[in-house]
């Protein structure tokens, strides 16, 4: 008779958390996601420069790609550049004539942006904008260059608040915003929670920030947990009805 298959080599749900996590990140990106050169050099010169720890994993990348695709973006907004790692996967979503801007408070982090970008092919399709964003964001208000049909809000967590209410004038009925880390390992559930990640008042800029989506009528909001090598945290996932309705 032949019994149950041998698992004492795999990770268990008891006691691992964070192994386990990574482990199954580790075998969702071997089965779904192909080798791509392009991605693994951004990623080394990121982490050549010790930038990797705020890019987003392999397959929240790849989410974000087919997101773009689902919302047949042709424009798309990112706040927070970093090394252009999630830039090119939402890049790679756009149509031939498609086009994203991405805003970088640090030159630094633009420079190795502009690198990894082009690349990947993709310098005649991003443009990188470098400045904080409050100031960047009234710039392409000013200049009309809206509005987005994709916004990825994936910048210093403080402002959060700031950037919803300026992604909100850059929008159009049926714009998607996506934003980034915004569960923290559950320090959301604490008013007085610190991350020293997020910096001096980040929790409290998250719990402002959902209280905003909670009752701003223009956009239908959930989020979704994640785990996995990036640890526990989460997406915001909002569908702008009208933005130029009055809140």
């Known amino acids: 008779m032949i019994g ?18 990574t482990a199954v990140d580790r075998y969702i990106a071997d089965h779904l996601l192909p080798a791509d050169p392009v991605l693994d050099a951004a990623l080394r010169v990121s982490r050549g420069a010790g930038l990797t720890r705020g ?10 790609e087919i997101l773009a695709r689902v919302q047949g973006a042709r424009s798309i907004l990112e706040l927070g550049t970093l090394g252009g790692y999630s830039t090119i996967w939402l ?12 805003l970088e408070a640090d030159p630094r982090h633009a420079a190795l942006a502009h690198a990894n970008i082009a690349n990947a092919g993709l310098a005649g399709v991003v443009q990188v904008r470098v400045g904080p964003a409050l100031e960047t964001l009234p710039e392409l208000v000013e200049e009309g260059t809206g509005p987005f049909d994709l916004i990825f809000i994936d910048a210093d967590k403080q402002n959060n608040p700031s950037y919803l209410e300026w992604s909100l004038r850059l929008s159009r009925p049926g714009t998607l915003l996506i934003a ?3 569960v923290r390992a559950g320090l959301i559930l604490d008013p007085d929670g610190s991350d020293p990640r997020l910096g001096e008042g980040g929790v409290q800029a998250l719990r ?9 009528p223009r956009v239908s909001a959930t989020a979704i ?11 915001v996932v909002a569908l702008v009805s009208d933005p130029n309705t009055s809140a």
Request: net charge neutral.
């Open 180 to 182: 980034d880390n915004v």
């Open 91 to 102: 890049a790679r979503a756009l149509p031939e004539g498609g086009r994203l801007i991405s």
């Open 225 to 235: 947990q994640t785990v996995g090598s990036k640890g526990h945290d989460g997406f």
């Open 55 to 64: 890019a987003v994993a392999h397959n929240q990348g790849k989410l974000l």
């Open 4 to 21: 149950p298959p041998d698992r004492s080599h795999r990770p268990t749900l008891h006691g691992m958390g964070q192994e386990l996590w």
């Open 208 to 216: 402002r920030f959902y209280e905003l989506l909670a009752t701003e």
